[in-house]
């Protein structure tokens, strides 16, 4: 092979690679152009499960005295989205028989005392102004999906506010005591399960301390008749 023969297949190796080389794109200036247009476009907001979820709910209809069932958007965020009311273990050293429960009111927390120096914390629904309470008490029933019966003095201020409430509703999803139900001594107040879990953390009932349905059950399985429960 002569020189002129080997200079030209040399010669066409190294343009071999160059001429590629034009058509690859300069990716970086690419991305940066597309990062300044991406980021004059307003963002969109994300439609997540949560907040595309309905739940059929039974609403009571003054016009016709009677109870329907409605369609509803669940627009409320889900209780434990707060991680201020997620159950968590916390440091409690206060003396107290173990498995005790003591409820602070004001901060609408429930606290299950492990007997270690440690308590297991709920977010609770609280009474609202006028049914708050303070005392000591002991569980005396507990109850799985519990029937609910409304105290007549209950009854009779709901009537006057057009609102006609059953004299009992059989336990079930759509049931206000929810899952579970811990009766305190002889009162008609309860730590009980709820169908309406946006309202953990709020001060909305009639004395009773309302939890998650998924709190109520773990509670419940973990206590005993004869607990102290002590609300403050």
Known sequence: ?????????????????????????????????????????PALPLVTQASAQTATVRQFDPATGTWVRRERTLSFKAPWGDAAIKPSVVPYSEKLPAGSIVIETAKRRLYHLRGDGTAVRYGIGVGREGFAWRGSERITRKAEWPDWRPPAEMIRREAAQGRI??????????????????????????IHGT???????????????????????TLYSSVKIGTLVLVR
Request: charge should be positive.
């Open 195 to 217: 169908n309406q879990p946006w309202t953990i953390g709020q001060a909305v009932s009639s004395g009773c301390i309302r939890m998650t349905n998924e709190d109520v059950i």
């Open 165 to 190: 409430l059953p004299s009992v509703m059989e336990g079930g999803p759509e049931n206000p005591l929810g899952a579970r139900a811990l009766y305190l001594g002889s009162t008609l107040f309860r």
């Open 1 to 41: 092979m002569s020189w002129r023969r080997m200079a030209q297949m040399n010669s066409s190796d190294e343009k071999g690679p160059v001429k590629r080389g034009r058509h690859r794109r300069p990716w970086g200036p690419v991305l940066s152009v597309l990062a300044i247009v991406f980021s004059a476009v």
